[in-house]
């Protein structure tokens, strides 16, 4: 088979140093990675790492958009698979590329997700929600799981996913503008078409975040806003179900370890995340100057017309 991986930069650190020396060290390596990096001046070539195959390409913040930007790169290949990775992703061991595509034997995959862990300093409840949202169990997930999925179904993440190009082009590719959510709405369609997302527990990055409330507040309305622009995907598999299960697990989770003193931040996180997705559902209705201050992809906006 042969793999390109994709990754979109903007300011990359020391985990993206990790994912390329990873890159190096996988037991099966890709035949070319390529890395969209936004703004030239926050780019070093030595950040490379020697990794072959790679190639930089530049665009200005005006010109990223999530479906956009990694469209673009898939077009500058021909492998059969495409592989997406975040800047901020480091492949836990030398076998995540290769589970991420061993599921691919199924002719009916058309998409396969990794497996999230927490970083060292990952907070506790964010530590949950990975497990929550990432379990050890693999999966694979198609149009007769929605009865009991629902939206779950359709969940894909652009962290750490690979795709079949055959099929991905099928579908048309990425779509744009996209503000976010640009791998859901592809593994939507890929469902509705019949064929299966699998999510694969064996293929592991490092990945979490610490987000403050109005941090997750900006991504819930964001997400919420990729649905709502999308309701050929979404419409009639509502998301709120499965957020409240996450908060009554997570509660559970914090009363077993005695950790009563976090269940007012679990409240209140989950107060400002379910107030973003409902503003972020109801977007078409609100004032340019109030989106601007919820969102946390400003520049979309700016090029939306």
Known sequence: MSVTVIVPTYKPGEKFSGLMESLKKQTLLPD????MNTEKKFWKDSMIGGVKGAKVFHITKEEFDHGKTRAQAAGMTDSEFLVYFTQDAVPADRYTLEHLLKPFKDPQIGAVYGRQLPDKDCRLIES????????G???KKTKEDLPELGIKTYFCSNVCAAYRKKVYEEM?????????????????????????????????VIH????????QFRRNFDLAVSQADHPEIFKGVPSEGEG???????????MKKRKFRLIPSLIMSSGFKFLGYRLGK???????????KCTMNPGYWKNRN
């Open 172 to 204: 048309g590719g990425f779509s744009f503008p996209a503000i976010f959510n640009e791998d859901m709405v592809m593994a939507g369609n890929m469902v509705k078409k019949g064929y299966a997302v699998f999510y694969a527990a064996d293929a592991r």
């Open 128 to 135: 949950y929600t990975r497990s929550f949202n990432y379990p």
């Open 208 to 215: 979490s975040h610490n987000y403050t409330w109005g941090q």
């Open 282 to 292: 109801s977007y078409k209705r609100l004032p340019k100057t109030l989106i601007m």
């Open 244 to 254: 409240l299960r996450l908060v009554k697990n997570t509660a559970g989770y914090l």
């Open 32 to 35: 070319q990675v390529i890395i």
């Open 137 to 139: 169990e693999s999966r």
